[in-house]
Antibody, heavy 119, light 107 residues
Framework: QVQLVESGGGLVKPGGSLRLSCAASGFTFSDYYMNWIRQAPGKGLEWVSYISTSGDSIYYADSVKGRFTISRDNAKNSLYLQMNSLTAADTAVYFC????????????WGQGTLVTVSS | DIQMTQSPSSVSASVGDRVTITCRASHGISSWLAWYQQKPGKAPKLLIYAASSLQSGVPSRFSGSGSGTDFTLTISSLQPEDFATYYCQQANSLPWTFGQGTKVAIK
């Protein structure tokens, strides 16, 4: 079955860096656009970043532009998010999600990985 | 950016009730709208896309309607497993944005 599994979350100090990974299985990863979406504790959903199938088209939310870098390795069926210059405002559960080809809808989502930025 | 506003923020309902949640976009988005269900500690799940299309495997008691700026998610007969938080999402233009969520709680 289609599955996305995130990893790499944890506790990091303000100003630090972290790299998240998302392992995909059950579908042809290279055929799908992928995203990172986050949710701060007790809050709503915020789209973070998007990458096209080949990686030649990338977009970021203004809140992370210049600090976060999305990438993918189609040979490894994996999506990544490199996060630098982290602040407390980046504390959230980070989900990876596939885009359905018929439109910009997210399905499925991974289970999420928690990133906590605190001294 | 397109702002998405849901109402109400929370609703208390009983099993069997009809529940309606509204989502309003700050600019017209045609039918580029999705609805998601999220249960505590879980990832969101796609229910409705293109404003009114039911995602495969989603019960038919869920329905969506609307276009332009005003949209509605309706649960025709609330079931115990439907108690959750619901989010709308505009897919018309980047950055894709979500409503603030509507929590459906047990009355």
């Amino acid at each position: 079955q289609v599955q996305l599994v995130e990893s790499g979350g944890g506790l990091v100090k303000p100003g630090g860096s972290l790299r998240l990974s998302c392992a995909a299985s059950g579908f042809t990863f290279s055929d799908y656009y992928m995203n990172w979406i986050r949710q701060a504790p007790g809050k709503g959903l915020e789209w973070v970043s998007y990458i096209s199938t080949s990686g030649d088209s990338i977009y970021y939310a203004d809140s992370v532009k210049g600090r976060f870098t999305i990438s993918r390795d189609n040979a490894k069926n994996s999506l990544y998010l490199q996060m630098n210059s982290l602040t407390a405002a980046d504390t959230a559960v980070y989900f990876c999600a596939r885009i359905i080809p018929s439109g910009n809808w997210f399905d499925p989502w991974g289970q999420g990985t928690l990133v906590t930025v605190s001294s | 950016d397109i702002q998405m506003t849901q109402s109400p923020s929370s609703v208390s309902a009983s099993v069997g009730d009809r529940v309606t949640i509204t989502c309003r976009a700050s600019h017209g988005i045609s039918s580029w709208l999705a609805w998601y269900q999220q249960k505590p500690g879980k990832a969101p799940k796609l229910l409705i896309y293109a404003a009114s299309s039911l995602q495969s495997g989603v019960p038919s008691r869920f329905s969506g309607s609307g276009s332009g700026t005003d949209f509605t998610l309706t649960i025709s007969s609330l079931q115990p497993e439907d108690f959750a938080t619901y989010y709308c999402q505009q897919a018309n233009s980047l950055p894709w944005t979500f409503g603030q969520g509507t929590k459906v709680a047990i009355k």
